[in-house]
Each structure stands twice: as C-alpha cells, then as structure tokens.
C-alpha cells in the first residue's frame, strides 16, 4: 500500500475511535475532536496528493517525445548498427 492510503486510514482510524468514544462517553468534547481529525486528515492528503498527477504525465511526454526522436533504440547502441 502506498504511503498516502496508510496515511488515509490511520486518519480515518483515529476519527472513528474518537468518534466511538465520543458517543458512548457522551463527551461532545471527543465528538469534536473526531471532527477535527477529520478535516485535517482530508486537508493532509489533498495536499499530499496535489503534485502528483501533471508529474507522471510530464514523465510520460518526455520519454515519448524522446523515443519519437531517437527511436526505440537503447543511448548506447548507434542507430544504424
């Protein structure tokens, strides 16, 4: 599992259990505290996750525009052999 999905859960872990707690304590403290958790935790991997996409996509066209120049052929080989 990648690092943001763990990441995921144990927020999501956490604001259950607060949240759990909250109910069977009847403590609106803990239920907020779920809450904020909550919001951070979705705040933290937005933001983990922002830069990622347009990267692979930027990789992507500059491996094709490479081969689109060299051709299929490996740097040390030359072309006409």
Do not use: C, W
């Amino acid at each position: 599992m990648s690092t943001v999905v763990v990441l995921s859960l144990v927020y999501a872990l956490v604001a259950v259990t607060a949240f759990v707690a909250g109910l069977v304590t009847d403590t609106g403290l803990l239920l907020l505290l779920a809450a904020a958790v909550l919001i951070a935790g979705v705040v933290h991997v937005a933001t983990r996750l922002q830069g990622q996409g347009p990267v692979r996509v930027k990789d992507e066209h500059d491996r094709s525009e490479s081969i689109a120049r060299h051709g299929n052929v490996p740097p040390e080989r030359p072309r006409g052999m």
